[in-house]
Each structure stands twice: as structure tokens, then as C-alpha cells.
């Protein structure tokens, strides 16, 4: 075989999901350096947040920003949507965030959500956002 068979035929999968998920990592590295990571764990700073919406709306907005930043290099970001839908956030915040409607960010995603997240069509979880533009 030579090298050119070798490049054109070699099976790239693993490698296509090692790039993949590098991507997705460092978009969660830059996110930290943008949203931060709020205070420690048992300090007084973190037991002060714990009764607010605080560490809510942070690992929401970490997420919503990992989604732009994945979506900015080329990645399809289903991980990082599905993650954003069990924590509420609705298809307008979504759509919003991606510079897109909210009926566009269902059709983009919706199908491959449900299917992942009620693979048995007995109804997803209460923690989904009932909001279908359809």
C-alpha cells in the first residue's frame, strides 16, 4: 500500500472523535477563562451562593458560551445542547445564542435530543423545558 492508499483509505473515526472532543474540551477551557468557576466548594463565598440561582445561571451561561465556541469552530456542539436542555434552557435561549430562531435551533437539534433523552417516547425529563416551536 502506498502512502497516498494509506491516507485515502485508512478508516479515521477514532480520530475523527479524538479532534472532536479536543475541540469540545478546550471550548470548555476557554469557557472556565471567560465565565470562571465560581467560589470553592465549603467556603464561605460558595455556601452564600447555594441558596441563590447563582451556580445555576453560571454553569448555564458556561455552557451556552462552550455551545457559541463550538459551534464557531466547526463542531455540531448535540453534547453541549442536550446538557443545556436537561438544565432548562428553552430553544429561544438556545436559538438566541447561536444567532439563530428557535424554530431553527429545534430543527437543528430536536429530533437527536429527544432521541437521546426520551429514547422510549415515554416523555422527557421535567427538567426539559416544554417549550416545541412546532
Do not use: C, Y
Not at 50 to 70: D, F, M, N, Y
Amino acid at each position: 500500500m502506498t502512502f497516498e492508499d494509506t491516507a485515502i483509505e485508512t478508516d479515521i473515526a477514532a480520530a475523527v472523535r479524538a479532534v472532536v472532543n479536543a475541540g469540545a474540551t478546550e471550548a470548555g477551557r476557554f469557557s472556565d477563562e471567560i465565565i470562571g468557576f465560581g467560589p470553592l466548594p465549603g467556603t464561605p463565598e460558595w455556601e452564600a451562593e447555594q441558596s441563590t440561582t447563582v451556580p445555576a445561571e453560571r454553569a448555564l451561561a458556561w455552557h451556552l458560551l462552550s455551545l457559541r465556541i463550538q459551534l464557531a469552530a466547526g463542531l455540531d456542539g448535540i453534547e453541549t445542547v442536550i446538557v443545556l436542555r436537561t438544565q432548562g434552557a428553552t430553544w429561544a435561549i438556545i436559538g438566541r445564542a447561536t444567532g439563530i430562531s428557535r424554530q431553527s435551533a429545534h430543527e437543528r437539534w430536536g429530533a437527536r435530543v429527544t432521541a437521546i433523552l426520551d429514547p422510549m417516547e415515554t416523555g422527557m425529563p421535567t427538567l426539559v423545558a416544554k417549550d416545541n416551536p412546532l
